[in-house]
C-alpha cells in the first residue's frame, strides 16, 4: 500500500452529460367537431333513400308489367353491374395481389413477432 | 332409370381440349399453394393472410367464397323447380350485403376486437365456457352443413363432362377433387386460398356471364318466359303467390340468411376479419352486394333455362327428370343443370366453364375447411389446453383436422342418402349455429347487459334447428303439436287404408287461458281436421307393420275413417298394422320459430342472471 494519490487514469476532462433533449409531447390529433356516428347516420339514411327509390321504382314497374317485367330488369342490371364490377376486380385484384406479397416480405424479412393469437 | 341418365349424360361437348384446359387449371392452383408456403408460418398469416387483404382482394375472395359450386348447384335446382320466382332470394341476398356494407352492422365492431375466430369473441365477451360451447355448436352446425358439398360438386363434374354416373365416375371424382383442394389448403393456409380466390374470380366471373348468355341464346329470350309462364303460371314468377312454393314465411327466413351470409356465417367473416383496415372491410361489403346477388340469380337463370331446355327441346330429358308414369322414379333433378350445359356450351368454352366451376367448388372447399378446422383448434382444442400450445403446434393441429374433415365429407357425400333439397338441407343445419350466434353476436356487440348465462342458453336452444330436418321430424313425429296418434287400420283396399273413423269433437267452452297460451302456442302448427274430407290431404301418414317394419308417405285424399296414398314405397299395408299422421314442418318455420325462440332465453337469461363485470360492453 502506498500514501500516494492514486494518479487518475484519464486525464481528460470529466464527460458532461449533454442536456436532455425535452422533445415536446405530440400533439392529439384534432378532435373531430361532428361525431363519427352522424355520418354513418346520413350513410345509412341515403342507404335507405336509394333502396326505397329503387323500390318505389320496381313497384310502378310491377304495376305495368308484373313480376315478369322485375325480374328482366333484375337480371339485366345486375349482370350489367357483375360486369363492371367483375373489371374492376381483376385490375385492383391484381394490385391488391402484389402489395399483399409485398407486405409479407417485409414481415418475413423483419421477422415480425405473431399477434394473432 | 339408370342408363337413361347414363345415355342422358353422354351427350355432351366435352372433349379432350376441355379435359387440358380444366388440368391447366388444377396445375396452376396446387403451384400458387406451393409458392405462398413460406409466408403460412405463423397463425394470423395462415389464418388471416396476415390482416393484409385489401379491398379488392377481398372482393374476389369474398366472391370466390360464397359463389361456391354448391350454390350454383342449388341455385340451379331453384330455378328448374321454381323458375324466375326463386330470384326473390338472390335480390334479397343482395340487398342486405349492401346494408352491411354501408353500415357495417356486425362485422365492423367484430374486426375492431381483432379476433381471429367468432368464437374468440364468445371469450372476450362472455367467458371461456361459452367460447368453447359455441366453438362446438358452430364446428357441429357446420360440418353437418358442408357435408353435402363434396358429392354436388362431383354430380356436377360428372354430369357436363359425360363420365358414366352409374359406374364409379362419382366416387373417383369426389376423390380426386378433394385430394386436390386438400393438398394447396394444408400447404398455403389463408394466403393461398385468397389467392387462389382471386384467379378463381376471374374464370368464374366472365364464365358465368358467358354460360349465362349462351343459356339464354339456346332457348330463346321469349320462349323463356313464354315457357315459364305456360307450365307454372302466376307461381313461377311472384314468391308470395297463392300456388308458390316460397310464400311470405320463406321470404322472410330469406331476408334472415341473408344477414346470415354476410355478417354470421364464419367464412364470410373471416374474410371481413382478415382485411386491412375497417373502411376496406365496408367497402368489401358494399361491392360485394352484387357478387351475393348474382351468384344467385345467375345459376337460378341456368336452372330455368335448363327447365325449358328440357320442356321445350330435349323429351328425353323431360322423361328422365318428369316421367309421365307415377311408377317411374325421377332422376335427381340436380343433374339438369350440368347436362344442359353440357348439350349448348361448344367444345373449349365447356372447358372453361367447367374449370369456373371447379374454381367455385375449390375456392368454397379451401375456406371451410380451413374455417372449420381453425374454430377446432382455437376455440375448442387452445382454450380446453389453456392456451398453452404453441403456434407450430396449432398449426399442425389444424392441418391434421383439415384433412380429417375432408375425410369426412368423402364419408358423409358417399354414404348419406337423405332426400331433402340442397337448399333447406343447408340452411336448417347452419341454422343449428347461427340462429344462436345472431343472439351472441348482435346482443354482445350492442347491448351492455347481455350476459354469458343468456349467451350459453341461446346456443343451446339454437339445437332446436335440426327439428327441420326431415329425417329428425319423421323420428319425433308423434310429438309435434296437431299431429295424429297412432291408430289401428281395419282394412286395406289397393292405396286406400280404413281405420277407426275421427268424429267431430264438440265445441271447447271459451277461456282466456286458451285464446292467449294454448292457441299462440299452436299457431305455428297445423291442426289437423281429419273428420272433414281431404282433411288430410299433403300430410304425412306413417304406416308400421306388425313387423315393426315402417314407412311415410304422402296422403293424396282422405275422409273420416280413410286415407289414400298414390302407391306405398315399401310394402303394402295390411289389417293390423298401425298409422299415425303429422303434417311436415317446414324449415323456413322451423328456422323462424328457432331465431325467435333464441333470442328469448337471451334476454330471458341476460335480465335474469347477469354478469357482475360487464366488461367490454360498458366500453362500446
Not at chain 2, 104 to 129: A, D, M
Not at chain 2, 379 to 394: G, S, V
Not at chain 2, 436 to 463: D, I, Q
Not at chain 2, 552 to 579: I, L, M, Q, R, Y
Amino acid at each position: 500500500m502506498s500514501d500516494e494519490p492514486i494518479p487518475p487514469t484519464d486525464l481528460a476532462p470529466p464527460p458532461v452529460m449533454p442536456p436532455p433533449v425535452v422533445t415536446p409531447a405530440p400533439l392529439p390529433p384534432p378532435k373531430s367537431v361532428t361525431p363519427a356516428w352522424v355520418f354513418t347516420l346520413l350513410k345509412t339514411v341515403l342507404a335507405v333513400l336509394v333502396i326505397t327509390l329503387v323500390t318505389a321504382g320496381m313497384i310502378l314497374l310491377h304495376r305495368e308489367t308484373g313480376w315478369e317485367g322485375i325480374w328482366k330488369v333484375t337480371l339485366i342490371g345486375t349482370c350489367g353491374l357483375f360486369a363492371i364490377l367483375s373489371v374492376l376486380v381483376i385490375v385492383g385484384g391484381a394490385l391488391d395481389v402484389r402489395k399483399l406479397l409485398r407486405r409479407l416480405r417485409e414481415r418475413e424479412a423483419s421477422g415480425e413477432a405473431d399477434s394473432g393469437d | 332409370m339408370e342408363s337413361a341418365l347414363t345415355n342422358a349424360t353422354s351427350q355432351t361437348n366435352f372433349t379432350t381440349i376441355d379435359w387440358l384446359i380444366v388440368v391447366v387449371y388444377l396445375l396452376l392452383s396446387v403451384g400458387i399453394a406451393f409458392f405462398v408456403k413460406r409466408y403460412a408460418g405463423n397463425m394470423t398469416n395462415f389464418v388471416s393472410a396476415g390482416r393484409a387483404v385489401g379491398t379488392w382482394l377481398g372482393v374476389a375472395t369474398l366472391t370466390g367464397t360464397e359463389m361456391g359450386l354448391i350454390t350454383v348447384m342449388y341455385s340451379a335446382q331453384k330455378g328448374f323447380t321454381a323458375g324466375f320466382a326463386a330470384f326473390h332470394i338472390g335480390v334479397i341476398a343482395g340487398v342486405v350485403a349492401l346494408i352491411i356494407g354501408l353500415t357495417g352492422f356486425i362485422v365492423v365492431r367484430l374486426r375492431e376486437h381483432k379476433v381471429l375466430t367468432i368464437p374468440e369473441y364468445y371469450e372476450k365477451r362472455y367467458g371461456r365456457r361459452t367460447r368453447i360451447l359455441g366453438g362446438i355448436m358452430l364446428a357441429f352446425g357446420g360440418l353437418l352443413n358442408m357435408g353435402l358439398f363434396l358429392k354436388v360438386g362431383a354430380m356436377f363434374i360428372v354430369g357436363i363432362t359425360g363420365m358414366d354416373p352409374d359406374g364409379n365416375a362419382l366416387k373417383v371424382v369426389m376423390v380426386v377433387l378433394l385430394a386436390l383442394v386438400l393438398v394447396y389448403t394444408v400447404i398455403g393456409g389463408m394466403i393461398s386460398v385468397v389467392i387462389t380466390d382471386y384467379i378463381q374470380f376471374v374464370i368464374l366471373s366472365i364464365g358465368l356471364l358467358v354460360a349465362g348468355w349462351l343459356a339464354i341464346e339456346s332457348v330463346g329470350w321469349d320462349n323463356l318466359f313464354e315457357t315459364v309462364r305456360t307450365h307454372k303460371g302466376e307461381a313461377g314468377f311472384n314468391p308470395v303467390a297463392a300456388d308458390s312454393s316460397f310464400g311470405f314465411e320463406y321470404v322472410a327466413w330469406m331476408f334472415f340468411l341473408g344477414i346470415v351470409n354476410c355478417a354470421l356465417w364464419p367464412t364470410a367473416v373471416a374474410r371481413a376479419l382478415a382485411m386491412e383496415s375497417t373502411a376496406s372491410l365496408k367497402q368489401q361489403y358494399t361491392w360485394s352486394s352484387i357478387s351475393f346477388a348474382i351468384r344467385m340469380i345467375i345459376p337460378n337463370l341456368l336452372g330455368v333455362c335448363a327447365f325449358v331446355f328440357v320442356i321445350t327441346k330435349a323429351p328425353d330429358l323431360q322423361q328422365l327428370f318428369s316421367p309421365a308414369d307415377a311408377d317411374v322414379e325421377a332422376v335427381n333433378n340436380l343433374y339438369a343443370m350440368p347436362i344442359f350445359l353440357g348439350r349448348i356450351l361448344p367444345a373449349g368454352l365447356i372447358g372453361l366453364i367447367t374449370a369456373a366451376m371447379i374454381a367455385a367448388f375449390m375456392s368454397t372447399h379451401d375456406s371451410y375447411l380451413l374455417c372449420w378446422s381453425t374454430v377446432i383448434t382455437q376455440d375448442i382444442i387452445a382454450p380446453l389446453f389453456k392456451e398453452r400450445l404453441d403456434n407450430p403446434t396449432r398449426i399442425k393441429i389444424t392441418r391434421i383436422l383439415i384433412v380429417l374433415i375432408g375425410l369426412y365429407i368423402l364419408y358423409w357425400g358417399l354414404f348419406y342418402t337423405g332426400e331433402e333439397d340442397i337448399w333447406d338441407y343447408m340452411a336448417v343445419t347452419g341454422a343449428i349455429y347461427f340462429t344462436g350466434a345472431f343472439s351472441l353476436l348482435f346482443g354482445g356487440l350492442y347491448w351492455h347487459r347481455a350476459s354469458s348465462t343468456g349467451a350459453v342458453l341461446a346456443l343451446l336452444v339454437g339445437v332446436t334447428a335440426v327439428f327441420g330436418l326431415g329425417p329428425v321430424q319423421d323420428y319425433v313425429h308423434t310429438y309435434i303439436p296437431g299431429s295424429i296418434a297412432e291408430r289401428n287400420i281395419t282394412t286395406t283396399d289397393d292405396e286406400t287404408i280404413e281405420f277407426e273413423e275421427f268424429n267431430e269433437p264438440d265445441e271447447i267452452a271459451e277461456s282466456s287461458y286458451r285464446d292467449m297460451v294454448v292457441d299462440l302456442v299452436k299457431t305455428p302448427f297445423e291442426q289437423a281436421k281429419p273428420w272433414n274430407r281431404n282433411g288430410l290431404e299433403g300430410w304425412t301418414a306413417v304406416v308400421r307393420s306388425q313387423t315393426g317394419q315402417e314407412q311415410k308417405v304422402e296422403v293424396a285424399s282422405s275422409w273420416a275413417g280413410e286415407a289414400t296414398a298414390n302407391a306405398w314405397p315399401s310394402f303394402e299395408p295390411k289389417a293390423g298394422d298401425t298409422v299415425s299422421f303429422y303434417k311436415p314442418l317446414s324449415g323456413a318455420r322451423v328456422g323462424l320459430m328457432t331465431i325467435g325462440f333464441t333470442l328469448f332465453v337471451f334476454i330471458l337469461g341476460s335480465l335474469i342472471v347477469p354478469d357482475r363485470k360487464q366488461k367490454e360492453a360498458a366500453n362500446e
